[in-house]
């Protein structure tokens, strides 16, 4: 476990710009006024109609560890602006020196169904301090949450199969290979080749072997004795290397030596041609031959839209191998998660609520001490309220649509719900349990089956409702009024 991650901890983990706002803070006196900001995505990744939520536990990792170290404050000390002159004067790197995490961070669990506008981490504590963490949180959730989704997705369309994750030869770095073995974990998968984060992080590790090892030999069938004779235990050979069929038979008769010695083929892997036809070939002569518990493993560029055509067309195919399209999120690399400052703790204690206005309404933020609620029905998740902390309200809860006051929605006694934001941190100091990582991918897995099954299909998925509580959404209209007006 020493691969370096370069950056454990470090509060270098940031855009300068976020130290140079810092430094104004602290020069303009503001820098321990309380503040709060939420981070949130505008728009679901793929197309789709739900995000998981990712990335807690690497956040609190980080900021467990949060600090700057001599070294980082020497390399700050050498940074000059247009002048030459030193960028931050020693004052503030010496406050920068004794900075220690003191904020309250409240956050949605992981593996959690999360939605557009929805804060997923709230930061309440010194402006310096929450401005400071901006891009690591950013960089952190945006990916695992984004790998958890696609994961989440694949799992969709093979609800049954075992699912491997066999991405970290094309990962964005090591460091995007080792998270995202986690994250497809969590979303849905069985089982990782990554034996770094197998261990790292619990996950079981499972494989076959590749090409080379046939071509390393005389003959496909003298490479599979081999094999079989070293590991007969886990026996899942590559049939594509020469001619798929044939090595299927090949695969055979190394089955049969393996029966005679009480061991068992466990499964062929097919890696290229069609596999829809190779595998109804491929279980044919497998079946014919005896050989009807095993498997038939399917790897080669795969998604969850291949997969599902392949399922579509009578594809034999019981275990996929998922790598660079599951890890890089290849048709979408990013998601666009956000941090927004929402309001800042006035002289009298009471809250200065902050928004940022945009031409796109979509693009404007919402003030607030914010918080989710969930409100179900008979299980099942009918809508979302993000609600101002501070409000009070009497009877029935009033939600209205974020950009169309026209449609309302009423909550009474007959709906059920929780408050997605849970404490994580109070004062800088952890006050949650983290759950481990088999718990967080069963909630996850319960969470997909609590939802109305049209907001998980792929094309045109039913929109999900989010709105805002009535007096946040009075708050929001009267802080745009205002805006818009010049004060
Ligand atoms: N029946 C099928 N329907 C839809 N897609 C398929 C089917 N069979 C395979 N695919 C997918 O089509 C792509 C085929 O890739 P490609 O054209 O590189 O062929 P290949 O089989 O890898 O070729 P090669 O023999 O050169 O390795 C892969 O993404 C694979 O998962
Ligand atoms: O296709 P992915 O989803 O990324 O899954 C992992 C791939 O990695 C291996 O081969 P590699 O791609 O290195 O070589 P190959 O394409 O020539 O088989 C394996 O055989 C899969 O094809
Ligand atoms: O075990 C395998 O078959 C495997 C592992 C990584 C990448 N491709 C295949
Ligand atoms: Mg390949």
């Given amino acids: 476990m020493t691969l370096d991650n370069h950056y454990s901890g470090s509060a270098l983990l940031t855009d300068l710009y976020q130290l140079t706002m810092a430094y104004g803070y602290w020069k303009s006196g503001k820098g321990e006024e309380q503040a709060v900001f939420n981070l949130y995505f505008r728009k679901h990744p793929f197309q789709g109609g739900f995000t998981i939520s990712c990335g807690l536990e690497s956040v609190v990792h980080y900021l467990e560890n949060y600090s700057f170290s001599e070294s980082d404050i020497a390399y700050l000390a050498s940074l000059t602006g247009a002048d030459g002159q030193p960028l931050f004067e020693s004052g503030f790197l010496e406050y920068l020196r004794e900075l220690k995490f003191s904020c309250d961070l409240d956050a949605i669990p992981e593996g959690t169904l999360v939605f557009p506008d929805e804060p997923l981490i709230r930061v309440t504590g010194p402006v310096i301090q929450c401005q400071l963490l901006e891009t690591a949180l950013l960089n952190i959730v945006n990916f695992e949450s984004l790998i958890a989704t696609k994961a989440a997705r694949i799992r969709l369309v093979a609800p049954e199969d075992t699912l491997l994750e066999f991405g970290l030869r094309r990962a964005q770095g090591p460091d995007?290979?080792?998270?995202?073995?986690?994250?497809?974990?969590?979303?849905?998968?069985?089982?990782?080749?990554?034996?770094?984060?197998?261990?790292?992080?619990?996950?079981?590790?499972?494989?076959?072997?590749?090409?080379?090892?046939v071509m390393s030999f005389p003959s496909e069938k003298e490479a599979f004795e081999a094999y079989a004779a070293h590991m007969p235990n886990n026996v899942i050979l590559l049939v594509d290397t020469y001619d798929t069929l044939k090595g299927v038979k090949n695969a055979i008769e190394v089955g049969r030596e393996l029966k005679k010695n009480n061991h068992r083929l466990l499964g062929v892997r097919l890696d290229s041609g069609d596999l829809a036809y190779l595998s109804i070939e491929s279980r044919k002569l497998l079946d014919d031959n005896g050989f009807t518990d095993t498997s038939i493993v399917a790897s080669n560029d795969l998604d969850e839209y291949i997969i599902k055509s392949l399922k579509e067309q009578g594809a034999r195919i019981d275990a996929w191998g998922v790598g660079t399209r599951l890890v890089t999120a290849y048709d979408q690399p990013a998601l666009g998660g956000v941090y927004k400052l929402s309001a800042l703790k006035k002289s009298d204690g009471t809250w200065d609520y902050k928004l940022k206005l945009s031409e796109q309404m979509v693009k404007v933020s919402t003030p607030g001490v914010l918080q989710v609620r969930r409100f179900s029905k008979n299980g099942v998740f009918v809508a979302d309220m993000i609600f101002n902390q501070e409000d009070e309200w009497e009877g029935e809860t009033r939600m209205i649509h974020p950009y169309d006051f026209t449609k309302q929605q009423s909550f009474g006694p007959g709906y059920s719900f929780e408050d997605l934001l849970v404490p994580i941190f109070r004062n800088g100091g952890l006050v949650a349990e983290l759950p481990g990582i088999t718990d967080i991918k069963e909630r996850a897995a319960r969470q997909l089956k609590s939802i109305y099954e049209g907001t998980l299909r792929f094309t045109n998925p039913h929109t999900y409702h989010v709105g805002l509580e009535k007096h946040l959404f009075d708050l929001k209209t009267r802080l745009i009024m205002e805006k818009r007006a010049g004060k």
């Fill in 176 to 213: 995007g290979g080792i998270t995202a073995s986690r994250a497809a974990y969590i979303g849905g998968f069985d089982g990782t080749s990554n034996v770094f984060a197998g261990r790292k992080f619990n996950i079981p590790v499972k494989g076959t072997h590749a090409h080379s090892w």
